[in-house]
């Protein structure tokens, strides 16, 4: 063979990967590797994760929907969670939910967009949100009590989940895009677009057979199906041309430097014009445009979806347990207010002040037994304990542990007590390292302020006009693996009040 130097090539590459590569992983230093059974994961996650980490220790390896995951307990979820540069909050949400490209289109940045413009957009102003967003709930509220009276008559009973599924999309579009967005048409597609970016991110995964066993099809179909059906034909044919003529006209008003920040419209679209115009005098540009899109679109589904499960979750609770009735119904009638001609309101006070409901909540949202929701990504070899975690790897607390943590909550920590929150303090957005239902660290949800208040919205005018119960006197959980954006599975009536407090 006389050409010896066409070796060199591959030769010199071989010798470059061996020269970079990591030294590896001690084998006995890797975490054990358990199997856990696909049926035993989708069926009874928490007692089979638990039994795995009680008897392999506090760090597992588990594969679950084609993936190797790693699984913390109580003692390592604080610093999983909180510890970023260990832990990315960036690379593993956008995994676990099939986001990849969006995030490799946006170069990483589309995590924390989203985390300011709430902020800025929405906590910031959640006093006025409430006033605003008030008369929907109180409309909304009356008009399912009376749906659920006439469905009393004909055992037909109204869809509690459907209605204010429809009350938080159209609260959300007034928010995000302003009240001339509204009407029946375009909350239909906000709907539409909330369950194709559930199906997208893998929400209804565990109910389908391939979604299950064989998750790249799955992920491939439901990207195709929402990413070229539904958001091209829906979303953006929709709301398209009206945002687009949105971003212009909220583009000239921050250059004519007229406005007082009073007089600013309210919607976040124009903080998001604002935080986005370019300083040369140019238009916002098309690509600029459409991650516009994509940060509205990411907003929708997370805002609609999980806050309208939750309140589900609480109401099917409180239909459980009437004695808490009573006491939350007396509350109500203390933190109502009057507005200027005399009518009886709740407001952001009325709902800071309603500490046994906002306890109520936060048991209710601590028991309702998530398993894995926060995911993290290494981004180097991490030591944890007496393991180490390889770089690249999915890792995430199994919320079940932190939430019923004996240490923290004593010898019967699954027992509901609603109001004990009340008694210490602890607010149901608070986060903290027995609490992880919003996440935790820097990523946590930036939306909780908003998601709780409107749970409280929903709760609150409906106890006001009736009492809740369970058709046979029981819910099931729909998917045990998925408490955070699967409702429960229950029919929720409604006895309306002789005298209502509303
Ligand atoms: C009860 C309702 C809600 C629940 C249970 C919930 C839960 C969560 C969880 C667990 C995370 C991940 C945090 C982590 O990994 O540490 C998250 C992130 C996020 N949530 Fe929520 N959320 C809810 C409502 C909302 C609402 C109403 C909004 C918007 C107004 C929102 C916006 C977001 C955003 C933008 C992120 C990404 C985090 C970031 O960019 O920093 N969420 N949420």
Known sequence: MDN????????????????????????????????????????????AYGEALAKYGPVIGVR?????????????????????????????????????????????????????FVREGIVNRI?????????????DGKEFVDLAAEGLKTSNYPSCFNHFHNTIAETTVILLLGQ????????????????????????YQNFSIIGKYLPILWILYTWVK??????????????????????????????????????????VLYLIVKTYLPPDGRRISAPRRLYIAVLLLCLIFAAVHTTTVVSQWVLCQLAMRPEYLAPLREELANVLEEDETGALRLTARSLREARLMDSFIREVMRLKGDTISAMRFTTCDVPLGNVIIPKGSFVTAMSTTVHENPDVFGEQPREFNGFQWAETGKEAIMTGPAHIVFGLGRFACPGRVLAVNEI?????????????????????????????????????IFQPLEKPYL
């Not at 993936?67 to 979820?77: G, R, Y």
């Open 180 to 203: 001339d967005h509204v009407n029946e048409e375009n909350l239909l597609v906000i709907e539409d677009v909330a369950n194709g970016m559930a199906e997208l991110t893998g929400q």
């Open 226 to 267: 929402v990413m070229l059906i539904t958001i091209p034909f829906g979303f953006l044919r929709v709301y398209g041309p009206k945002v687009w003529r949105d971003i212009n006209r909220y583009e000239d008003m921050v250059r004519s430097g007229k406005l007082s920040p009073k007089d600013e419209p309210a919607p």
């Open 64 to 116: 679950r929907k084609g993936n190797l995951e790693f699984i913390v307990n109580q003692e390592h979820a604080r610093h999983v969670l909180t510890c970023d540069r260990l832990f990315s909050f960036e690379q593993g949400s956008a995994a676990i939910m099939n986001l990849q490209p969006i995030m490799a289109l946006t170069q990483g940045s589309l995590f924390r967009d989203l985390n300011d």
């Open 4 to 47: 010896y130097y066409l070796l060199a090539a591959p030769l010199a590459v071989f010798l470059y990967a061996l020269y970079i590569k990591r030294p590896a992983i001690p084998r006995n230093r890797l975490p054990p590797i358990v199997h856990i059974p696909p049926e035993e994961i989708f069926s009874r996650p928490r007692e």
């Open 127 to 139: 006093d006025e949100i409430v006033h605003r967003i008030w008369p929907l709930f109180q409309r």
């Open 456 to 492: 409280k919205l929903i709760v609150m005018c409906l106890i006001a006009r009736s009492t809740p119960t369970l058709l046979e006197g029981k819910f099931e959980v729909a998917d045990p693996l998925n408490t955070v954006t699967q409702p429960p599975k229950g029919t929720l």
